[in-house]
């Protein structure tokens, strides 16, 4: 009989919090939650991991599979390690992670506001015999983190994700989206920051991609 007296996102509130168990509410479990699913997200990503090792049994140290918050909405998902990644034992590192970087600063995600990996997990691979070994990994790979947008860096990313075959002055600043076991994923394509050490040319159109990026994920 108080309903009239409350706005309806009150209502909606309280009705939601209605179907919680409200004993344990109050209590540290909401946060106990979160932490497990954060530490469960971690061991299957490592699991994922160990096993694509031994599958294609990678001899190098390539243990550095994912930076940032398993628990994002925003995905951000690279090539393959380079010759800096494997020296230095970082995902995305030297110039071509620090150009990221500030990709990313110039629109407000830091490190804690993203979920940064690979689609390839060693230099030396072999995309054209391993395509359906890769891209079924990427699809359990975004089913454990379930982010809501994607950020692909280069028309690599973007095509085995599409089984196409694309250039990325094609592909670029283009919104798609991908279904996975009835998961929806939104992605947006922009340029390998790799490519825009080697051709800055193409930076003004990347930064046109990525003010877009920006609108679309903070937009709410």
Same mark, same amino acid.
């Given at each position: 009989?108080? /309903?009239?007296?409350?706005?309806? /996102?009150?209502? *909606?509130?309280?009705?939601?919090?209605?179907? #919680?168990?409200?004993?344990?509410?109050? $209590?540290?479990?909401?946060? !106990?939650?979160?932490?497990?699913?954060?530490?469960?997200?971690?061991?299957? &990503?490592?699991?994922?991991?160990?096993?694509? *090792?031994?599958?294609?049994?990678?001899?190098?140290? +390539?243990?550095?599979?994912?930076?940032? =918050?398993?628990? $994002? /909405? &925003?995905?951000?998902? @690279?090539?393959?390690?380079?010759?800096?990644?494997?020296? +230095?034992?970082?995902? #995305?590192?030297?110039?071509? @992670?620090?150009?990221? /970087?500030?990709? #990313?600063?110039?629109?407000?995600?830091?490190?804690?506001?993203?979920?940064?990996?690979?689609?390839?997990?060693?230099?030396?691979?072999?995309?054209?015999?391993?395509?359906?070994?890769?891209?079924?990994?990427?699809?359990?790979?975004?089913?454990?983190?379930?982010?809501?947008?994607?950020?692909?860096? @280069?028309?690599?990313?973007?095509?085995?994700?599409?089984?196409? *075959?694309?250039?990325?002055?094609?592909?670029?600043? !283009?919104?798609?989206?991908?279904?996975?076991?009835?998961?929806?994923?939104?992605?947006?394509?922009?340029?390998?920051?790799?490519?825009?050490?080697?051709?800055?040319? =193409?930076?003004?159109?990347?930064?046109?991609?990525?003010? !877009?990026?920006? =609108?679309?994920?903070?937009? =709410?």
């Amino acid at each position: 009989m108080y /309903k009239k007296y409350l706005s309806n /996102k009150t209502i *909606n509130l309280l009705e939601y919090y209605s179907t #919680l168990n409200i004993n344990n509410f109050f $209590s540290n479990d909401v946060t !106990k939650s979160k932490k497990q699913t954060f530490a469960n997200k971690k061991h299957l &990503i490592s699991e994922l991991f160990k096993a694509i *090792n031994n599958k294609l049994n990678i001899k190098n140290n +390539n243990n550095f599979f994912f930076r940032g =918050n398993p628990d $994002s /909405k &925003i995905m951000i998902l @690279g090539d393959c390690p380079n010759d800096d990644d494997i020296k +230095n034992q970082e995902i #995305l590192s030297g110039s071509r @992670g620090d150009l990221l /970087k500030k990709m #990313l600063s110039s629109i407000s995600l830091e490190k804690e506001k993203y979920y940064l990996s690979n689609i390839y997990f060693d230099k030396d691979i072999d995309k054209k015999n391993r395509h359906n070994f890769y891209k079924d990994i990427l699809f359990k790979h975004l089913e454990i983190i379930k982010p809501k947008y994607i950020l692909l860096l @280069g028309e690599n990313t973007y095509n085995l994700l599409n089984n196409s *075959n694309k250039k990325i002055l094609e592909v670029h600043g !283009k919104w798609d989206s991908i279904v996975i076991n009835k998961d929806k994923f939104i992605t947006l394509t922009t340029f390998d920051p790799e490519i825009l050490l080697s051709k800055p040319e =193409n930076k003004k159109l990347s930064w046109e991609d990525l003010k !877009k990026f920006r =609108n679309e994920i903070f937009k =709410n």
